[in-house]
Nanobody, 117 residues
Framework: QVQLQESDPDLVKPSQTLSLTCTVS??????????WSWIRQPPGKGLEWMGA???????YVSPSLKSHTSISRDTSKNQISLQLSSVTPEDTAVYYC?????????WGQGTQVTVSS
């Protein structure tokens, strides 16, 4: 059973860079066919897919976020990372780590990120 655990960020101020990590247990992030995504949900809004990194290291980022979003991985730590630069209060959301392989889906519990001065 794959388990995903998002890091708990400190309070993020506007214009700063948000950094989150997702620690994966119960499976390897290099397992064939797995794609590891970041998804967020702002208060009162729906889910927004931000981007993903595949088992092969290829990355995919939402066009609307591409200019200030980076997704990477550390295979030695079995972690996926998200960096979101120049954050604004509109980036306040619950951020989820998500894994998908064909019909198998896993979610992290989510971590609340608040952007405030």
């Amino acid at each position: 059973q794959v388990q995903l655990q998002e890091s708990d960020p400190d309070l993020v101020k506007p214009s700063q860079t948000l950094s989150l990590t997702c620690t994966v247990s119960g499976g390897s992030i290099t397992t064939r066919s797995y794609y590891w995504s970041w998804i967020r949900q702002p208060p009162g809004k729906g889910l927004e897919w931000m981007g993903a990194i595949g088992y092969d290291g290829n990355t995919y980022v939402s066009p609307s976020l591409k200019s200030h979003t980076s997704i990477s991985r550390d295979t030695s730590k079995n972690q996926i990372s998200l960096q979101l630069s120049s954050v604004t209060p509109e980036d306040t959301a619950v951020y989820y780590c998500h894994a998908r392989a064909v019909i198998t889906i896993y979610w992290g519990q989510g971590t609340q990120v608040t952007v405030s001065s």
